[in-house]
């Protein structure tokens, strides 16, 4: 029988909330067995503890995504801009399972200084279908969108070889491309795009 999870959420004026995660119902088991509600609550705490140290905050962006630590900072800003702590705890009486995690107010700007050393770095290659508009020889710099119906436009660069076939791209005609895509960021700041474009075929009828 899976177990499901209750968040009772206290505000207090003193400059602190708690935030307490218990079982709605009781699970009847022979056997002490942690449960998947267990399991989530241990690891939501060790999220907020992982603020702490820098290594924790890569390794959850590693088993999960940027979009958490993202979240995650947004919250401690939450905190330190109103001057707020927090006090978490779960206890499971049926199978014995307890963890809390508390982050006092003065410890958030030690937090959000940890967090603002964390950036990430993604590359992929994209193919699509669609012409350029703009292109610049000299300096190796494009425009393109794809006609898919997808609304994807690069504005980059060519790659060295590619660089020097630029000169035979008409904007007239289309062609399938290959843009390897970096992406970086880092917490609290704006998303870095850049495209090399790294292959073109022109499309024949």
Known sequence: MTLDTQYDFIYSAAGS??????????QSSIRVVKTF???????????FNS????????????????????????????????????????HNNNSDCQYAEKISFKQTSSILSNLSDFSYNESEDLSYRGQFYAINTRT????????????????????????????SISFNKTYDVVINRKVSEKVGEKEKIKDVLVSFNEVVD
């Open 140 to 167: 190796g710099k494009y425009s393109f969108e794809s006609i898919e119906g997808d609304d994807f436009k690069s504005n980059g660069t060519f790659d060295e070889l590619r660089k020097q076939m630029a000169f």
């Open 51 to 90: 603020g702490f140290n820098k290594e924790s905050i890569n390794d959850f962006a590693a088993r999960y995504n940027k979009g958490l630590i993202k979240k995650y900072n947004d919250f401690v800003c939450f905190l330190n801009e109103n001057k707020l702590g927090l006090d978490m705890k779960w």
């Open 37 to 47: 509600s267990d399991e989530f609550a241990e690891e939501m705490i060790s999220l």
């Open 17 to 26: 909330f708690r935030i307490i995660l218990k079982p709605i119902g009781q």
